[in-house]
């Protein structure tokens, strides 16, 4: 529905009036241009070509200019343009190559005055300049830039953008002999029209092909450039090298862009696809546009300002048939749907809260927050009082500093490069990460790695059938504990002799009983005790055996040929007199065998020293070999969801890196890619590349494994033909000579290369640098300045 509201503009003398409007075409439209008194506009698609004048009401056709019995290519425009100096000249660009003028004040059906057949494909772009009468320039697929004089039949210069296409060429509004054009690969090179045989300056504006660009009316050296990456730049060419000024991000691949007249910082653009609507954007606030055209149901494939001094109205054509004339003060306001409230926390712990002017300065009793370190700090942009919708969505931002601690964050950077997370044992791993979190003062940390280590390392996971009872250095059930046990070596003398039995006439069946060898314990200063009489599965001691061990002794290898055992008459065994040179375990060796000592024999046997050997009874297992390694998963499992929860995403997908498949199956899918993706975000956050890298590709999710494996696109062209380069490798397909040479020492680079994506010149790594320490021109002599980052 067309909507009522009208505009009248003054202009040095002419008035412009009218409101928005829309009419139908007879074909989809590929390009508009307006005359010079911005009365009438043109559209030319594959299947049109018409003249309409623009009324304060409606368009009029005036002027169809396909005539004909038989369709022409020529009259299949890709680009129209209207001359600005002369009213009655028109240039349009053919999809078959040609370069075709026309002469509206000619007194015949067929307006067409010249053809220019010297592009082989499509022309994308044609040009006037902007006070020159007779100069026409042309940009083709074939990747070449034609300038034509109009007096003459044929071009006067040649420009070899020396890449595959031209998508755009515009004259400079201010400098007379400048122009600009724009590639597929990406680069913009701007021209000098007295100089063909080389471009003044290219650079890399876009990742991917440069579809448009644009002169600033007003300030000279400023160039808007629009691409597939959906974003679009303002460049400053003024200086020695082209300076990104700002840079605005839409949703769709930009096909158009056009300064608005009157207004330094707003532009106009459209999509190529997906996107029908026509954003007026200020360069300035690049995330929200300014403005909103909706009219359109199709995509939008030309836009240009009614007139050059007039900000007020916007002419479109679109592939949905239609050409309309937009008013800007009809346009709709995405900032007024904006949220003008926001909050997020920094990198290191402060907190900002965006919220509206109005609640902020009605709360002026509030109290401050008690994490502040200082008053908060309000921003608030001046805006001119001028510019449309300067009042809407403004807010004023509180910045809430925490306290600045000795450590802060660098236990997470200091971790997260010093995890070890595959390569070795999981034993190593966990010992590793352990020490680790220790030196970094969290000790939980520390203690949880350790328990892993000992649920899933240890050697009660063997077979029983691995475990003999001997207990020493030969024995091979030795389990390494956490280091905090600190347990010393046994006694090689003793390792062979002692042994635990379990009772099977006794009416505890869980009773053990010790060897005479084992049945007092002595500590170091030779105090004698009792052994304790409390079933023992396991033997913890300062012994002397491999450091830091726990010794398993195996409760099912029963003696069966040992007689039962009987209560010994007393309760305490007799002193004994202390003798200076003891005899050694081997002489108890034959009385051992049996348990029923008496009398001298008992007391020599169970008081003899048997140097320094201590040990301690533990009446519980600290772990069950019977127990099946899923024992633990819901304890495992619980503290990983408690570490997440907690905000250390970087305990739990170490973790789950380092146990994989252990843990992996009792762990929601979508929850280990949530931590996954956390943990990955701030690690490049802090810019640890690397560690990220590793993470994805040890990740255990498969939605997270597989970003290490999406396609990357690198735009090379060849060093020597300026061609774009196949997927064959560094042969070019055009060529066929070898596109990895170093421009230093000429010869083929094996191993890392380096290019400049300007030039497409580079060569060994070390070379390019060493060489662009003293000079930042290109070392193959093209002239171009290249630059190392």
Request: hydrophobic fraction near 35%; proline fraction near 5%; charge should be negative.
């Amino acid at each position: 529905m067309e909507k009522m509201s009208r505009v009248t503009t003054a202009l040095g003398g002419s008035v412009l009036t009218g409101r928005t409007m829309h009419c139908h075409l007879d074909a989809p439209a590929n390009a508009i241009s307006v005359c010079r008194d911005a009365a009438q506009v043109v559209v030319a698609g594959r299947s049109i070509f018409k003249v309409y004048a623009i009324e304060e009401e409606q368009f009029v056709e005036k002027l169809n200019l396909r005539v004909g019995r038989k369709p022409s290519l020529n009259l299949s425009c890709a680009d129209v343009v209207w001359h600005q100096m002369d009213e009655n000249l028109l240039a349009t660009a053919a999809t078959n190559g040609v370069v075709v003028t026309w002469n509206l004040g000619r007194p015949s059906r067929n307006k067409q005055d010249q053809l220019f057949t010297e592009h082989k494909r499509t022309v994308n772009k044609v040009s006037f300049h902007p006070t020159e009468a007779h100069m026409l320039l042309s940009g083709s697929q074939d990747g070449f830039m034609k300038c034509f004089d109009l007096r003459r039949k044929d071009s006067v210069s040649t420009f070899s953008g020396q890449s595959e296409s031209v998508r755009d060429v515009q004259f400079s509004v201010r400098d007379y002999f400048t122009f600009a054009s724009t590639f597929e690969n990406g680069n913009v090179q701007l021209w000098d029209i007295r100089r063909p045989d080389r471009c003044e300056k290219m650079f890399t504006a876009h990742n991917g092909p440069v579809f448009c660009c644009d002169w600033h009316p007003e300030d000279r050296g400023w160039l808007a450039t629009g691409g597939r990456d959906k974003m679009v730049k303002v460049w400053d060419v003024t200086t020695p090298r082209a300076r990104e000024v700002h840079c605005v991000q839409t949703i769709a691949s930009v096909a158009r862009v056009k300064w608005r007249p009157e207004c330094r910082h707003h532009l106009a653009t459209c999509s190529m696809m997906v996107d029908h609507n026509i954003y007026v954007w200020d360069v300035r606030r690049p995330f929200v546009p300014a403005a909103m055209f909706e009219e359109h149901r199709d995509v939008t494939t030309g836009i240009a300002w009614r007139h050059p001094h007039d900000p007020s109205f916007l002419l479109s054509g679109s592939k949905d048939s239609t050409l309309c004339q937009h008013l800007f003060r009809d346009a709709s306001q995405p900032v007024e749907r904006a949220n003008p409230e926001g909050l997020c926390y920094g990198l290191f712990g402060d907190l900002a809260f965006a919220a509206k002017e109005s609640l902020v300065t009605t709360e002026l009793g509030r109290k401050p927050y008690a994490g502040d370190r200082r008053h908060p700090i309000f921003f608030k942009r001046k805006l001119d009082p001028a510019e449309p919708f300067a009042g809407l969505a403004s807010s004023a931002l509180s910045i809430f500093e925490t306290e600045t601690s000795g450590s802060g964050i660098s236990w997470f950077v200091d971790t997260a490069q010093r995890y070890a997370l595959a390569g070795r044992p999981l034993a190593e791993l966990c010992d590793h990460n352990a020490k680790v979190a220790r030196e970094l003062g969290r000790n939980q940390v520390a203690q949880t790695w350790t328990m892993l280590r000992i649920i899933y390392c240890s050697p009660g996971l063997v077979p029983s059938t691995n475990l003999n009872h001997s207990v020493g250095r030969g024995s091979s059930c030795g389990l390494q504990l956490m280091s905090s046990f600190n347990l010393k070596e046994m006694a090689p003398g003793l390792g062979n002799e002692t042994w635990l039995d379990r009772s099977k006439g006794d009416t505890r069946s869980d009773t053990v009983l010790l060897d005479s060898s084992a049945t007092l314990i002595t500590n170091e200063d030779n105090e004698e005790t009792e052994g304790s009489d409390v079933p023992a599965d396991y033997l913890l001691g300062d012994v002397e055996g491999d450091e830091e061990e726990l010794y398993l002794l195996d409760p099912e290898h029963t003696h069966t040929d040992e007689p039962e055992y009987v209560l010994p008459q007393e309760a305490f065994p007799l002193r004994h007199e202390i003798v200076d040179t003891p005899p050694g375990p081997e002489h108890l060796q034959d009385k051992a065998d049996s348990p029923h000592v008496s009398g001298n024999e008992a007391d020599t046997a169970s008081l003899a020293p048997v140097d320094s050997f201590s040990l301690i009874s533990v009446s519980h297992a600290l772990y069950d070999n019977r127990l099946p390694p899923d024992f633990f998963s819901t304890l495992v499992r619980d503290m990983l969801h408690f570490y997440a929860e907690q905000g250390d995403v970087q305990m739990a997908v170490s973790v789950l890196i380092v146990l994989g498949e252990r843990v992996r199956k009792d762990i929601d899918e979508q929850a280990q890619e949530h931590w996954y993706t956390s943990y990955i975000d701030l690690l490049q956050r802090f810019r640890l590349w690397n560690v990220s890298n590793q993470v994805v590709k040890l990740s255990t999710s498969r939605a997270i494994s597989c970003l290490n494996q999406a396609s990357t696109s690198l735009h090379v062209n060849c060093s020597h033909c300026k061609r774009p380069m196949s997927g064959r490798g560094w042969v070019c397909g055009r060529c066929h000579r070898c596109a990895s040479m170093c421009a230093v020492c000429h010869h083929v680079v094996k191993g890392l290369f380096v290019w400049c994506q300007g030039c497409s010149h580079g060569g060994h790594l070390q070379h390019i640098m060493k060489w662009l320490e003293g000079s930042s021109h290109c070392p193959a002599g093209c002239g171009h300045l290249c630059e190392y980052s």
